[in-house]
């Protein structure tokens, strides 16, 4: 195995510029980066050579892409990293294809496409005793005669993401909740009128604001087994249609007990790579209930490498130095977000968390993946204050002025 590696990121979002912060960091490389568009976060970096190409989540062209990094980095090996689950799926249909220098750490298709199908995933949870919301399963011929085993609120989601977002509709939105029947046959007749035709999941709405969630960061070693696991107790998202569900501010928690019921299912399934949870607790019963699996890590994972384990340095030294891993469970305390602290004091309003999160700033204890002191061209930092003010206004526009 060549040790001189070149990481290869695609994607153009805060989970590329987090990944490459994360390499750059640890080992003082510079990322190259393809995603589809001239904007967000990496335009203007020192520490990505970001590249756009439109067509870049289509097979041919993304092969193309790939395939033609490698030749002109064929002295080098090439870690190839995904940071949207389409160009992770590209990564893992294609493994067999894929040039001798490059390594895409990642698992077998009809497993990783199981694992993101959510009513698929939901069985997978109950077969193995992991706790997840009273789910209902939707299909297209079911029209509107149908009846439910509990009651409104309810969640509305499409099992299929990737083809959920091929069929765009003025109305579109990530999660959709629905207050009654009446408004759940709309989202349903909306969502497949667009041309989508797979299932939909209709679940129990789990009381709780964005407190009650949790996300969980995992990585699982060449031979399957967990290496890395890192609980966060997320204290705000975006709410933006499409954004929603986004995190937004993340203090990591420790909570064994719960974290090891995942150890068990990403072993037994001999799972490889990164993965990430989305969890809720639910006051109702007491139960921390899981929602869905991304198998990759997500776009909040710098709140992992801010608590002092830096994502990148799994797998360079899994992958290319074949180092053996100990198993770790993160229990440094530390706050993340990406939003001002403006923002994040303005809309979060439990006075023990506000204390919490004042304490860790105090104290050094806190991180945003974008603003990295390596980092900060003129250009590049006018962008992020720029955007980093316009969260003022997305948060105002979707849950109003708040003191």
């Not at 080992?27 to 568009?37: D, E, N, P, S, W």
């Not at 937004?248 to 799972?271: C, G, Q, R, S």
């Not at 797998?315 to 100990?326: K, T």
């Not at 968390?353 to 002191?373: D, P």
Request: charged share 25%; net charge positive; aromatic share 12%.
């Amino acid at each position: 195995m060549n040790r001189n590696f070149i990481p290869l990121v695609f994607g153009g979002d805060i989970n590329v510029y987090s990944v490459a912060r994360a390499f750059h960091e640890e080992y003082g490389v510079k990322t190259c980066a393809f995603g589809k568009y001239l904007t967000g976060p990496c335009i203007g970096s020192k520490i990505i050579d970001y590249k756009a190409n439109a067509k870049l989540d289509e097979q041919d062209t993304f092969l193309s892409v790939l395939n033609g990094f490698a030749e002109e980095h064929r002295d080098e090996t090439v870690l190839a990293v995904g940071c949207g689950d389409s160009y992770v799926q590209l990564l893992s249909r294609n493994r067999d294809k894929l040039p001798e220098n490059v390594i895409a750490p990642y698992i077998d298709i009809d497993l990783m496409n199981s694992l993101i199908h959510k009513e698929r995933f939901y069985r997978l949870c109950e077969e193995n005793g992991l706790d997840c919301p009273h789910t209902f399963v939707h299909r297209r011929e079911m029209g509107h005669d149908f009846e439910l085993p509990f009651e409104a609120p309810y969640i509305v989601k499409p099992s299929s993401g990737i083809e959920y977002w091929k069929h765009p509709f003025p109305t579109q939105k990530k999660v959709y909740k629905a207050k009654d029947r009446t408004e759940l046959l709309t989202v349903l007749d909306s969502i497949y009128g667009s041309g989508y035709d797979d299932s939909i999941v209709i679940q129990d709405f789990i009381p709780g604001d964005d407190t009650y969630m949790r996300v969980l960061t995992n990585y699982s070693d060449r031979n399957g087994k967990v290496k890395l696991m890192a609980l966060g107790h997320v204290l705000l998202e975006e709410h933006t249609p499409h954004g929603l569900g986004n995190h937004a501010v993340i203090i990591t928690e420790h909570n064994e007990e719960l974290a090891l019921k995942f150890k068990t299912l990403l072993e037994k399934l001999n799972f490889t790579g990164f993965s990430n949870f989305d969890i809720k607790y639910d006051q109702r019963d007491g139960k921390f209930k899981v929602f869905e699996i991304n198998t990759r890590q997500g776009r909040s994972n710098y709140y992992v490498t801010g608590a002092g384990e830096n994502i990148a340095k799994y797998l360079v030294e899994d992958y290319i130095y074949q180092n053996s891993l100990e198993f770790k469970i993160v229990t440094e305390k530390t706050l993340w977000m990406v939003v001002p602290k403006g923002v994040a004091f303005r809309y979060i309003k439990s006075p023990d968390i506000r204390k919490e999160m004042k304490a860790l700033i105090r104290s050094g204890k806190y991180t945003n993946s974008l603003f990295y002191r390596k980092d900060r061209g003129i250009g590049r930092m006018l962008r992020l204050c720029k955007s980093q003010l316009g969260h003022y206004y997305k948060y105002w526009k979707y849950l109003g002025r708040q003191k």
